[in-house]
Structures are given as C-alpha cells and as structure tokens.
C-alpha cells in the first residue's frame, strides 16, 4: 500500500538556518504531495502541494519538488524564522477512487533565535 | 476565514464508555473526513463522509465507529465502547471537492481512555 517516510525530529535550528526536511514516498500510479504544518494548537493546514512529477509547490518561502525518480518531495527554506517552528507533515493522495491522505509521521521543527 | 472547528478539545473517558467527538466542517463543503494520531504515529485516514453516507472507510474503522450529520452543520464521530488503544488526537477534515484538492484541517480532539 501507499507509504510515507519523513525524517524523525525533533529537528533545532538557528534562525536564518537553512531548512531540508526529508520527504519520499511508496504508491501505486502518479500521487498528488502535500506539505501540511501543525502550528501549536492549530489544525493541519496545507502548506504546498504538487500534482505531478517536476512540478515544484512553494509558499511562504517554502518549496518542494516532486521527483518521481527519487519518489521524493523534500521541503526546503532559505532562511528560517522562529515562527516557522511547528510539525510538519508529508502527504499525498493517490487517487483511484480513494479519499483518505496517506501522511508520514510529522518532523517537529524548533526554530532558535 | 472559515475553518473547521472542533469539541471538545480534550476528552477523558473510561474503557468500555461511548464517546463522541464532534466537528463543524466550512459550511460550503461537501466532503468530510476523520483521521487520527497515535502518539508517536502516523496520521492516520479512518472514514470519509459524502452525501449523507460513507464513501471510503480505512481497516481501521471497524463496527465500534460511526459517523453521522445529523445536521446542517455538526458531523460527529462515534466511538460506541471505547478500548485503551483507542485513545488518540481525532482529526476532522473537510474539502469542497473530492480528490487531490485541499483538505481542511480542525485542531483535533485529543481522547484519553482509561
């Protein structure tokens, strides 16, 4: 079945750091990825999406690429700031009649100033 | 901005108790899903609402679940004999259409049973 893996966390970072959160995922067909972060008692809201390979979703500074010879959608940001720091969650959507997100664990990002 | 809203946002109950958790998706959707988190695991995909009646559930969501509108506004989550495995952060989401479009997100119910 469809699968999701995202690097564990706790992931503490300085400001202005450079942000990489590991994405890459196992599904039948062509997938839809989604970034969804967690913010302290906040639902999940979508950060970015993308809809088919080498399409590149970006917001707020974020981006991510969905390559699918490498079956990943790493998250990256130039330079973080203290209100980046949140859960964030890898996703996708594999169609077919399904309904359901299939999500990866959450990396829990912690943003220093 | 509409968003979906949940109750309680934390709720304790004994094994064997019914609970249920309740969710008001954005009032122009037509699409309504639960998810849950274990603490330490994934999100997890339990059930999607449609017109009135079920359109997908995961292995998950087994005799012990329902979900209902029971009006315009509330679609709620039933869980009818709560076991210990069952407590968990309860998701509700909702979406204007079906497929790869956004999904919105409430803040979660968090279920305690002991």
């Known amino acids: 079945g469809d699968s999701v893996t995202q690097m564990e966390g706790p992931v503490t970072l300085s400001e202005e750091a450079f942000l990489t959160i590991n994405c890459t995922y196992t599904?039948?067909?062509?997938?839809?990825l989604f970034w969804y972060v967690q913010y302290p008692g906040e639902g999940l809201q979508l950060l970015l999406k993308?809809?088919?390979?080498?399409d590149k979703g970006s917001n707020k500074g974020f981006e991510a690429t969905y390559r699918k010879e490498t079956t990943s959608f790493h998250l990256e940001k130039g330079s973080v700031q203290v209100s980046d720091s949140a859960v964030y969650f890898c996703?996708?959507?594999?169609?077919?009649?399904?309904?359901?997100?299939?999500f990866g664990k959450g990396t829990h990002l912690i943003i220093q100033p | 901005e509409p968003e979906v809203t949940q109750t309680p946002s934390h709720q304790v109950t004994q094994m064997g108790q019914e609970v249920i958790l309740r969710c008001v998706p954005i009032?122009?959707?037509?699409?309504f899903y639960w998810y849950r988190q274990i603490l330490g695991q994934k999100v997890e995909f339990l059930v999607s609402?449609?017109?009135?009646?079920?359109?997908?559930k995961s292995e998950i969501f087994d005799d012990q679940f329902s979900v209902e509108r029971p009006d315009g506004s509330n679609f709620t989550l039933k869980i009818r004999s709560t076991k210990l495995e069952d407590s968990a952060m309860y998701f509700c989401?909702?979406?204007?259409?079906?497929?790869?479009?956004?999904?919105?997100f409430g803040p979660g119910t968090r279920l305690t049973v002991l």
């Open positions: 009032s122009n959707h037509l699409y």
């Open positions: 996703a996708l959507y594999s169609g077919g009649g399904a309904d359901g997100l299939t």
């Open positions: 989401a909702s979406s204007e259409v079906r497929g790869a479009g956004e999904q919105f």
């Open positions: 609402f449609y017109n009135n009646e079920i359109s997908e």
């Open positions: 599904a039948t067909g062509y997938p839809s």
């Open positions: 993308a809809t088919k390979a080498d």
